[in-house]
Structures are given as structure tokens and as C-alpha cells.
């Protein structure tokens, strides 16, 4: 099974910044993509930025350059910066993986329990 374990979240005034974490347990899986979504009240979860693995690049900018996404394959993490928070980024953040079983071809998704990030103005 894969396991996503978020941390980092919190309250942060507008202008400030904040860094999520995602701990990846993939045994027995290959990941195929890592990266952040996030899900405000009454709004649908919307993608923040994912990193394939099939690419060299380790890092993403997202949000208008805002926020970068990197993964750490050597320590199976993905974190999250946050920088110039809005009170619109007011959200639950979820880490999220594209997996596929060792000797399988069909690739599922996997989520993290979500971390809520405040901002206030």
C-alpha cells in the first residue's frame, strides 16, 4: 500500500510563508507522479502542481510562482513552500501519488489525510 503523511500546516498572516511535508511509504509500488492539491470550503480540490517521475526536474513553481513544489527521491518526500500566502490559499492541502503495484500496469491514486493551512488577513 502507499501512505502519504502530511504535515506543516497551520495559521500564517497574509504575506507569510509556510512549508507542507509529504512522508512517501511505497513498498512494493513505483510512483509515477507526487505532488499537491488543494480544497477550499464548497469549492472542488483543485491540483496545485505534480512532478512526474519520468522527468530529471525535482522542483515546480506554482500559484503564479508563489509556491514550489520539490521531491526528494533519495528521502521518498515532496514538500510543499508556500510564499506570499493570500487568505484565498485558506484550504485543506493534500499530498497526493500516482502509484502502480511492482509487475502491474494500472495506476491508482493515493491521498494523504489533507492539513489545513489558514490565512488570515
Known amino acids: 500500500q502507499v501512505q502519504l503523511l502530511e504535515s506543516g500546516g497551520g495559521l500564517v498572516q497574509a504575506g507569510g510563508s509556510l512549508t507542507l511535508s509529504c512522508m512517501v511509504s511505497k513498498s512494493g509500488f513505483t510512483v509515477e507522479s507526487l505532488g499537491w492539491y488543494r480544497q477550499a470550503p464548497g469549492k472542488e480540490r483543485e491540483l496545485v502542481a505534480e512532478i512526474p517521475s519520468s522527468i530529471t526536474t525535482t522542483w515546480r513553481n506554482a500559484m503564479e510562482g508563489r509556491f514550489t513544489v520539490s521531491r526528494d527521491n533519495a528521502k521518498n518526500t515532496v514538500s510543499l513552500q508556500m510564499n506570499s500566502l493570500r487568505p484565498e490559499d485558506t484550504a485543506a492541502y493534500y499530498c497526493?501519488?500516482?502509484?502502480?503495484?511492482?509487475?502491474?500496469?494500472?495506476?491508482?491514486?493515493?491521498w494523504g489525510q489533507g492539513t489545513q493551512v489558514t490565512v488570515s488577513s
Open positions: 497526493h501519488a500516482q502509484a502502480r503495484r511492482w509487475g502491474r500496469t494500472d495506476v491508482r491514486d493515493y
